[in-house]
């Protein structure tokens, strides 16, 4: 082959036809899209950068989930598991994520059509077109992506046609600071700040057994990991909970009457009890600005009231949300909102001042639309930093999205979804509330793809 034959201009089908769709991420909603596209038989490939499916739930699988089955299973992948013989779980059950896991998500893994198609282990790095950079745009659509891939093995590169991306946030915690800024001195506390919804009362006992722990954020996340705190504390000595948060008063994470999800709406009344009888420690009204190391204990030093306060603790338990990591993106041409950095026609529908996690109207592919055709955002990154997430959500989001690579414009544009009513999420996200506090999905909105 001449170097005149490979500047031949080539037809879009001659690029693109036989490409299979790239899904990063073999959460439930990369499932979900996997599901969808097999029953049209589109081609398709998941990419996991984790050991197994679903990894960032397993991380948090000793969490009880607040949505009930009926509200966890996508249509699609229902419908292929059912021929197999698969039953649903009870509808109003409350799984845990490790059973979410291995009821659902595993089963549906292992489905022929899928399991051949997931690569676990296989962390994306950087997404592009064939030989075109985000500057170059002559003739753009017509060019594969390439998605580069560490294996652990080594660098390599896949072509796809399009791609979705529903690699989540779980991995991208926010900074315990308010400026959003990692505080100065984190690294040298790094050893004693734990990820969201620890394993308090399980696998993780031991190291916060007679120990002081600071827990930081305003959501269900930080909710959770202090009941389960107060409750260590009922058989082990010395064991403390104190809950740091920035707001001028505690926020409430779901004590709302009118809430759908009733396990949810339990969460702020217990808080609260727990706050009131002195078994946990609120320190409001507190800005973190930098973190201290004495000794074997963390030192957050915060603005509080205009002067400078210190809470000291022996483990720090980082609940602040999540943010999308869009490093990987920096070749595709996004077009996120300023704030929230979600797509921009998706941002007024989501935004937590706005909207609760039940009132978000229904989207798909029109409202996940980028600059860059064939690419999307689906689940939880697609939410950019605001958690009014629901798995539901999700499915929807990715049906509209297959149809639409399907050239199904009909389906791809009738978007619906019947969601609980969770009135409580408006309420306790105001402006002066943390971004990412969470008030939908299971414990954490962001850890669901």
Same mark, same amino acid.
């Not at 490939?45 to 989930?65: F, K, N, P």
């Not at 506390?189 to 734990?194: G, K, N």
């Not at 009733?262 to 727990?274: M, Q, T």
């Not at 078994?279 to 009231?305: K, N, P, W």
């Given at each position: 082959?001449? =170097?005149?034959?490979?500047?031949?201009?080539?037809?879009?089908?001659? &690029?693109?036809?036989?490409?299979?769709?790239?899904?990063?991420?073999?959460?439930?909603?990369?499932?979900?899209?996997?599901?969808?596209?097999?029953?049209?038989?589109?081609?398709?490939?998941?990419?996991?950068?984790?050991?197994?499916?679903?990894?960032?739930?397993?991380?948090? #699988?000793?969490?009880?989930?607040?949505?009930?089955?009926? $509200?966890?299973?996508?249509?699609?992948? &229902?419908? @292929?598991?059912?021929? *197999?013989?698969?039953?649903?779980? !009870?509808?109003?059950? =409350?799984?845990?994520?490790?059973?979410?896991?291995?009821?659902?998500? @595993?089963?549906?893994?292992?489905?022929?059509?899928?399991?051949?198609?997931?690569? *676990?282990?296989?962390?994306?790095?950087?997404?592009?077109?064939?030989?075109?950079?985000r500057t170059r745009t002559t003739d753009r659509e017509h060019?594969?992506?390439?998605?580069?891939?560490?294996?652990? %093995?080594?660098?390599?590169?896949?072509?796809?046609?399009?791609?979705?991306?529903?690699?989540?946030?779980?991995?991208?915690?926010?900074?315990?600071?308010?400026?959003?800024?990692?505080?100065?001195?984190?690294?040298?506390?790094?050893?004693?700040?734990?990820?969201?919804?620890?394993?308090?009362?399980?696998?993780?006992?031991?190291?916060?057994?007679?120990?002081?722990?600071?827990?930081?954020?305003?959501? $269900?996340?930080?909710?959770?990991?202090?009941?389960?705190?107060?409750?260590?504390?009922?058989?082990?000595? #010395?064991?403390?909970?104190?809950?740091?948060?920035?707001n001028p008063s505690a926020v409430r994470v779901g004590s709302?009457?009118?809430?759908?999800?009733?396990?949810?709406?339990?969460?702020?009344?217990?808080?609260?009890?727990?706050?009131?009888?002195?078994?946990?420690? =609120?320190?409001?009204?507190?800005?973190?600005?930098?973190? !201290?190391?004495? %000794?074997?204990?963390?030192?957050?030093?915060?603005?509080?009231?205009?002067?400078?306060?210190?809470v000291t603790g022996d483990l720090v338990v980082n609940a602040?949300?999540?943010?999308?990591? @869009?490093?990987?993106? &920096?070749?595709?041409?996004?077009?996120?909102?300023?704030?929230?950095?979600?797509?921009?026609?998706?941002?007024?529908?989501?935004?937590?001042?706005?909207?609760?996690?039940?009132?978000?109207?229904?989207? #798909?592919?029109?409202?996940?639309?980028?600059?860059?055709?064939?690419?999307?955002?689906?689940?939880?990154?697609?939410?950019?930093?605001?958690?009014?997430?629901?798995?539901?959500?999700?499915?929807?989001?990715?049906?509209?999205?297959?149809? $639409? =690579?399907?050239?199904?414009?009909?389906?791809?544009?009738?978007?619906? @979804?019947?969601?609980?009513?969770? %009135?409580?999420?408006?309420?306790?996200?105001?402006?002066?509330?943390?971004?990412?506090?969470?008030?939908?999905?299971?414990?954490?909105?962001?850890?669901?793809?």
């Open positions: 082959m001449t =170097l005149a034959d490979l500047m031949i201009p080539t037809r879009r089908d001659d &690029r693109l036809d036989g490409l299979p769709v790239a899904i990063i991420g073999a959460g439930p909603i990369g499932l979900a899209a996997a599901a969808n596209l097999a029953e049209r038989g589109i081609p398709f490939e998941i990419l996991e950068a984790g050991d197994g499916v679903a990894d960032s739930i397993r991380a948090w #699988g000793h969490t009880r989930l607040f949505s009930p089955w009926r $509200h966890l299973v996508d249509p699609a992948s &229902r419908r @292929l598991l059912e021929a *197999t013989g698969w039953r649903h779980p !009870r509808e109003d059950g =409350l799984p845990t994520g490790a059973e979410l896991i291995d009821e659902y998500l @595993l089963p549906l893994a292992a489905l022929p059509g899928i399991a051949e198609h997931i690569t *676990t282990g296989a962390e994306v790095i950087a997404v592009s077109r064939d030989g075109m950079d060019a594969p992506f390439v998605l580069r891939i560490d294996d652990r %093995g080594g660098l390599r590169e896949v072509r796809a046609r399009a791609v979705i991306d529903a690699s989540g946030t779980y991995r991208t915690p926010n900074s315990l600071a308010s400026s959003g800024l990692d505080p100065l001195g984190v690294e040298e506390v790094r050893d004693l700040v734990a990820h969201a919804l620890p394993d308090v009362l399980g696998t993780e006992r031991d190291r916060f057994a007679g120990r002081r722990t600071l827990v930081v954020g305003a959501g $269900h996340s930080a909710a959770n990991t202090l009941l389960k705190l107060a409750e260590l504390a009922e058989t082990e000595s #010395g064991t403390t909970a104190t809950w740091v948060i920035r709302s009457a009118d809430d759908g999800l009733p396990a949810r709406a339990s969460i702020g009344g217990r808080l609260d009890r727990l706050v009131a009888q002195g078994r946990v420690r =609120l320190v409001d009204r507190f800005e973190i600005v930098r973190v !201290r190391r004495d %000794g074997d204990r963390a030192t957050l030093i915060g603005s509080r009231d205009g002067t400078l306060e210190e602040t949300g999540f943010r999308p990591d @869009l490093r990987m993106l &920096r070749e595709i041409r996004l077009d996120l909102d300023d704030i929230v950095e979600a797509p921009r026609r998706l941002a007024p529908l989501i935004d937590p001042n706005l909207h609760s996690c039940g009132t978000v109207p229904p989207h #798909g592919f029109a409202e996940l639309a980028h600059p860059e055709p064939g690419f999307f955002l689906a689940g939880m990154k697609s939410y950019g930093r605001a958690p009014t997430f629901l798995l539901a959500t999700g499915y929807e989001q990715v049906r509209s999205i297959v149809a $639409h =690579l399907s050239g199904d414009r009909a389906a791809a544009a009738n978007v619906e @979804l019947a969601l609980p009513q969770t %009135g409580v999420c408006s309420s306790s996200l105001t402006d002066t509330a943390p971004p990412g506090s969470s008030c939908c999905g299971a414990t954490s909105a962001s850890s669901c793809d």
